[in-house]
Protein backbone atom coordinates (compact mmCIF):
# COMPACT_ATOMS: atom_id res chain seq x y z
CA UNK A 1 0.00 0.00 0.00
CA UNK A 2 1.51 3.32 -1.14
CA UNK A 3 0.58 6.73 1.37
CA UNK A 4 0.94 10.35 -0.46
CA UNK A 5 1.50 12.49 2.44
CA UNK A 6 1.08 11.96 6.16
CA UNK A 7 1.58 7.99 7.04
CA UNK A 8 -1.20 6.65 9.31
CA UNK A 9 -0.90 7.04 12.84
CA UNK A 10 -0.82 3.25 14.37
CA UNK A 11 1.60 1.35 16.31
CA UNK A 12 3.71 -0.10 13.06
CA UNK A 13 4.35 3.44 11.79
CA UNK A 14 5.54 5.01 15.10
CA UNK A 15 8.93 6.81 14.89
CA UNK A 16 9.17 6.31 11.60
CA UNK A 17 9.34 10.12 10.78
CA UNK A 18 12.24 10.57 13.00
CA UNK A 19 14.23 7.45 11.31
CA UNK A 20 13.46 8.76 7.63
CA UNK A 21 14.70 12.28 9.53
CA UNK A 22 18.23 10.54 10.81
CA UNK A 23 18.57 8.70 7.23
CA UNK A 24 18.07 12.14 5.37
CA UNK A 25 21.10 13.44 7.10
CA UNK A 26 23.66 11.10 7.19
CA UNK A 27 22.62 10.44 3.62
CA UNK A 28 23.13 14.49 3.12
CA UNK A 29 26.44 14.62 4.46
CA UNK A 30 27.96 11.61 2.49
CA UNK A 31 26.53 13.49 -0.83
CA UNK A 32 28.48 16.70 0.35
CA UNK A 33 31.37 14.44 1.22
CA UNK A 34 31.56 13.01 -1.88
CA UNK A 35 31.12 16.25 -3.74
CA UNK A 36 34.11 17.93 -1.41
CA UNK A 37 36.78 14.81 -2.41
CA UNK A 38 35.94 15.38 -6.16
CA UNK A 39 39.28 16.51 -6.92
CA UNK A 40 41.38 14.73 -4.66
CA UNK A 41 43.52 11.76 -6.79
CA UNK A 42 42.01 9.30 -3.99
CA UNK A 43 38.59 9.57 -3.31
CA UNK A 44 37.83 8.00 0.76
CA UNK A 45 36.76 10.90 2.89
CA UNK A 46 33.09 9.92 1.86
CA UNK A 47 33.54 6.52 3.84
CA UNK A 48 35.05 8.34 7.45
CA UNK A 49 32.04 10.53 6.99
CA UNK A 50 29.60 7.56 6.09
CA UNK A 51 31.00 5.77 9.29
CA UNK A 52 30.94 8.97 11.48
CA UNK A 53 27.60 9.82 10.77
CA UNK A 54 26.37 6.08 11.41
CA UNK A 55 28.07 5.59 14.89
CA UNK A 56 26.70 9.34 15.64
CA UNK A 57 23.60 7.50 15.11
CA UNK A 58 23.73 4.52 16.35
CA UNK A 59 25.23 5.94 19.87
CA UNK A 60 21.97 8.16 20.19
CA UNK A 61 19.87 4.91 19.28
CA UNK A 62 21.27 2.84 21.92
CA UNK A 63 21.33 2.77 25.49
CA UNK A 64 24.19 4.53 27.28
CA UNK A 65 25.47 2.05 28.79
CA UNK A 66 27.05 1.07 25.56
CA UNK A 67 29.82 3.03 23.47
CA UNK A 68 30.20 3.20 19.17
CA UNK A 69 33.58 3.41 18.23
CA UNK A 70 34.79 2.78 14.73
CA UNK A 71 34.10 -1.58 14.17
CA UNK A 72 33.35 -1.75 17.61
CA UNK A 73 29.92 -1.61 19.84
CA UNK A 74 30.90 -1.85 23.68
CA UNK A 75 30.09 -1.84 27.44
CA UNK A 76 30.32 1.15 28.69
CA UNK A 77 30.88 -0.41 32.00
CA UNK A 78 27.59 0.92 33.67
CA UNK A 79 24.91 -1.09 35.73
CA UNK A 80 22.14 -1.84 34.63
CA UNK A 81 23.88 -5.16 32.51
CA UNK A 82 24.43 -8.59 33.48
CA UNK A 83 28.10 -8.34 32.96
CA UNK A 84 30.89 -9.21 35.79
Not at 45 to 69: N, Q
Request: net charge positive; proline share 5%.
Amino acid sequence: MVYIGEYPKNPNTQGWEQFNASKSAMLSAFDQAIVRSKGRKVQTEHGRVAEAEFRKWLSDFLPKKYGVTSGFIISQGLGGCDDP
